[in-house]
């Protein structure tokens, strides 16, 4: 199991971005969950939503309701993670990670590399 994080950049408060996650080494026929997670410098990485692959069922800490969206493109494997009116508290390395089950938490097996969001005008 491989994932790989991108479409992270800098951006101006108020902007928005798209990220993805591409998995490999499994489908989202299995039962897997996928969760973004967050880490700015300094700080203890965060959780930040949670989809189950094959039901969609979809998990939003309580600060990224209203302008965080996860989502799953079945047929590319991969899952996205659209963030709007980006304010500068939230810069830092974003990271996709999975593992068999239905739940996300912070100790999943596989972990992608990461993509650095940095919000500053």
């Known amino acids: 199991v491989q994932l790989q994080a991108s479409g992270g950049g800098s951006v101006r408060p108020g902007g928005s971005l798209r990220l993805s996650c591409l998995a490999s080494g499994f489908t989202f026929s299995d039962y897997y969950a996928i969760g973004w997670f967050r880490q700015a410098p300094g700080e203890e990485r965060e959780s930040i939503s949670c989809?189950?692959?094959?039901?969609?069922?979809?998990y939003y800490a309580e600060f990224a309701k209203g302008r965080f969206t996860i989502s799953r493109d079945i047929a590319k494997n991969t899952v996205y993670l659209q963030v709007n009116n980006l304010k500068p508290d939230d810069s830092g390395v974003y990271y996709c990670?999975?593992?068999?089950?239905?739940?996300?938490?912070?100790?999943?097996?596989?972990w992608g590399k990461g993509t650095q969001v940095t919000v500053s005008s």
């Open positions: 990670a999975t593992e068999w089950g239905s739940t996300c938490h912070d100790s999943m097996t596989y």
């Open positions: 989809i189950s692959t094959r039901e969609g069922r979809t």
